[in-house]
């Protein structure tokens, strides 16, 4: 419970939570199991997995694929209970469908309001639009609401959730990286990917194994080809795959560059040195998916430094104190 509860208990935070279940599953769905050959996964779909259910153990090859891909609702729930308590939770799909059946259970015993969709087309739901309205309505009606957590990365929500803190609440979001939208991240008080939540860990890789056939041929063909042509095809593809930084490599310095701005931009010329807590402050303001955690630092005093080649810190009196070496 965060710190202002247990200071104000008369007044404490009260969340409301709308998930659209859907939109949740099916990216986790695709992002575990993506053609790594296409760049827009369509797994779902193309296995037909909503008319199938969730089993570790079947002779359905589907429902394996959505035991693997299956979405922690509890740590979903135990997160937005982070923020306050939970007066209001609201999931919304079509549960007659087998793959969200399956989660109707743990819903349930979570008190999750289950808001049934029938398809009014043959992919929509109209999630989106009931989501959208009964946000507002419940914010207009309860008017203690302090926060609005927002499950689903869809572009849609960003009308709904530049509505909610004009309305004076404060809007979490929580989507599966790779399937959320930048601009919904933006307008977000606190952004958080599913894959960064306390409990979950990121999406399993599958190993993509060569045909035997092919990987035989493969192996004639080096063997055939010249010491000197092979030797050189090697160093070509090594410099290639060293170019191209990996997707952890390209977080790591989107919050290097993250850091560079927000001390930028909190510069003071009355002193240089700024403290870390007003720091780090700026750059969730900036980007609201910032979590050092999620980057592999226990602390953000951590994270700073181990950008030492990009600013300089100071510990005066506890305070962890920071300012850029190329002012």
């Given at each position: 419970?965060p ?20 939109n ?103 999630a ?25 990365g ?14 004076g ?32 860990g ?92 999620s ?33």
């Amino acid at each position: 419970m965060p710190a202002t509860d247990l200071a104000h208990p008369a007044s404490p935070a009260r969340v409301a939570v709308y998930i659209d279940f859907d939109n949740v599953v099916i990216s986790r769905y695709d992002q575990v199991h993506r053609d790594p050959k296409r760049t827009r996964s369509d797994a779902w779909r193309s296995d037909n997995a909503k008319e199938h259910a969730a089993a570790d153990e079947s002779d359905d090859p589907i429902a394996v694929k959505l035991a693997e891909a299956r979405v922690d609702m509890g740590a979903l729930l135990d997160y937005a209970a982070s923020f306050g308590t939970v007066a209001i939770a609201r999931a919304y799909a079509d549960w007659s469908v087998p793959a969200n059946a399956a989660y109707r259970r743990q819903l349930v015993d979570r008190a999750v309001d289950l808001t049934q969709l029938f398809p009014v087309s043959g992919t929509k739901n109209g999630a989106d639009i009931r989501l959208a309205v009964d946000a507002i309505e419940d914010l207009l009606h309860y008017t203690d609401l302090t926060h609005v957590v927002i499950v689903g990365g869809d572009s849609d929500y960003i009308a709904v959730a530049q509505r909610c803190k004009q309305l004076g609440r404060s809007v979490i979001g929580v989507g599966v990286t790779g399937s959320t939208s930048r601009a919904l991240i933006a307008a977000c008080d606190v952004f958080s990917h599913y894959d960064d939540l306390p409990g979950v860990g990121p999406a399993p890789t599958r190993r993509v194994t060569t045909a035997p056939a092919a990987e035989k041929k493969a192996e004639q063909k080096i063997e055939s080809a010249p010491a000197a042509k092979t030797i050189k095809k090697t160093a070509a593809q090594r410099a290639a795959q060293k170019a191209v930084p990996t997707a952890e490599e390209t977080r790591q310095q989107e919050a290097t560059n993250l850091l560079v701005r927000a001390l930028r931009n909190s510069d003071d010329s009355d002193d240089e040195w700024l403290y870390g807590g007003g720091v780090k402050s700026q750059m969730q303001r900036m980007d609201s998916s910032f979590k050092e955690k999620s980057l592999g630092f226990s602390s953000f005093r951590a994270f700073l430094e181990s950008r030492s080649h990009i600013a300089e810190t100071d510990t005066e009196g506890g305070h962890v104190r920071v300012r850029l070496r190329d002012r």
